[in-house]
């Protein structure tokens, strides 16, 4: 069994301010022996297909790459 993870303010605050704002999205916490050592923030966006912003979306996303 492994050593129990202990979480200080320092780290609480780090947590809060991933998800601060956050609608879609993941926060990955990476733990090695027992300590925190990486955290990743993943967003997803999200766009309704009946609005004419979304429909714009794939243009822009095309003339970008080109």
């Known amino acids: 069994m492994g050593r129990p993870l202990e979480i200080d303010e320092r780290w609480r605050d780090q947590i809060a301010a991933l ?3 956050m609608e879609y999205g993941s926060v990955q916490i990476t ?3 027992g300590k ?17 912003s979304s429909k714009a979306q794939p243009d822009r996303l095309a003339a970008e790459k080109s």
């Open 19 to 21: 998800l601060n704002g």
């Open 31 to 33: 733990v090695h022996d």
């Open 36 to 52: 925190i050592v990486q955290m990743e923030r993943t967003e997803r966006k999200r766009f309704d297909a009946n609005t004419p």
